[in-house]
């Protein structure tokens, strides 16, 4: 069965992140004199094939130890749904 | 006598969006006299190289990260097994991005702390040259070079255990200087931690730097400290009986 993951690739805690820190300042120059953190990240929308939830759960995690985050300086979460869930706007291509 | 003809042979790879690697052919082939080939990333035969060079540019496209792509190029098992039998291999800028995505040196590089690109010269403070004789040789501890740079993504980060470790045997070899030599956050021009801007390997024969060495071999082009490096590696190479018995 079909599987989306999205993938959420972010700078560690601790590492300093100068895209956040340019988009709070921008933010709080436009008047959010509440914002105090931003992170930048990176979202990748995977769509695949898995025989069932913890196979497509083990398919994930390992891409992400391969290649998609490097765990020298980022961390990777994600959310993942079956594909039927997708509605037709958001399906991949 | 053939022994001293032997010319040093290099292999420079090239990744789709690779742009030194032109640049480090004419050091190797105009400058210097040796041998030097172009080698596509798909391919895994280096043609019996002394030295690898990973040259700078965006291999890939610098796609998800830098180098994270480059790193699982057919190309990069053949530099993996020539850098374990101790063969010297550098990386320059993009190269030494790659060599940290391939673990063959640790840490890694991202954004530059101000998020501009910085093309200029750069004073570097050479530290602990005996770390690596084949690329550091004709350097003593604490010369200070210039050499240019050209990145977004070179400020060096690791966890503080690495880079204690690094610091405790030796293997920073490089930092950002001012004119003086002397290593001070004004002379850091991308935020990297203490400064680095190059590293060694624990065997001493993978270098990776963030400048560009092979743009500096010619004081008509503005200096020639990094042709220094090419040097270090040629005499390294006549010393080494090894190299010179592939070649008889």
New interface residues.
């Given amino acids: 069965m079909r599987w989306l993951a999205e993938v959420h690739v972010a700078?560690r805690p601790g590492?300093?992140d100068?895209?956040g820190q340019?988009v709070g300042a921008a933010l709080r120059s436009l008047g959010y004199a509440s914002v105090s953190d931003v992170r930048s990240g990176?979202l990748l929308r995977i769509g695949f094939e898995a025989d069932d939830h913890a196979a497509a759960e083990a398919t994930v995690d390992e891409m992400c130890h391969r290649?998609?985050a490097?765990p020298?300086?980022?961390t990777a979460t994600w959310d993942l749904r079956a594909d039927e869930q997708i509605g037709a706007d958001e399906a991949l291509p | 006598m053939t022994l001293l003809a032997a010319r040093p042979r290099v292999t420079v790879a090239v990744f789709p969006g690779t742009w030194s690697e032109r640049d480090f052919l004419h050091v190797a082939e105009s400058v210097l006299g040796w041998e030097a080939r172009l080698v596509w990333h798909t391919e895994t035969d280096l043609r019996e190289p002394d030295a690898v060079v990973l040259p700078g540019g965006f291999a890939h496209g610098d796609h998800l990260r830098t180098g994270a792509i480059a790193r699982f190029s057919p190309i990069m098992r053949s530099v993996e097994a020539f850098a374990a039998s101790g063969g010297p291999v550098v990386g320059s800028c993009n190269g030494f991005q790659i060599l940290t995505e391939a673990g063959l040196l640790p840490g890694a590089l991202t954004r530059n702390d101000h998020l501009e690109f910085r093309c200029d010269w750069q004073a570097l403070r050479v530290e602990h040259p005996s770390a690596s004789a084949a690329w550091l040789g004709d350097f003593a501890d604490g010369d200070v070079i210039s050499l240019p740079i050209s990145h977004g993504e070179g400020r060096y980060v690791a966890d503080p255990a690495t880079l204690d470790q690094l610091e405790r045997e030796g293997r920073v070899v490089l930092r950002y200087a001012d004119a003086d030599g002397r290593v001070v956050p004004d002379a850091n021009p991308n935020g990297s931690e203490r400064g680095i801007a190059g590293i060694v390997n624990a065997a001493g024969n993978v270098l990776g730097l963030m400048p560009h060495p092979e743009r500096a071999a010619e004081d008509e082009v503005g200096g020639s400290d990094g042709l220094r490096m090419f040097r270090s590696l040629g005499r390294w190479l006549h010393r080494r009986p090894a190299a010179a018995e592939r070649r008889l």
């Fill in positions: 700078l590492i300093a100068p895209e340019t990176k290649l998609l490097n020298v300086m980022e």
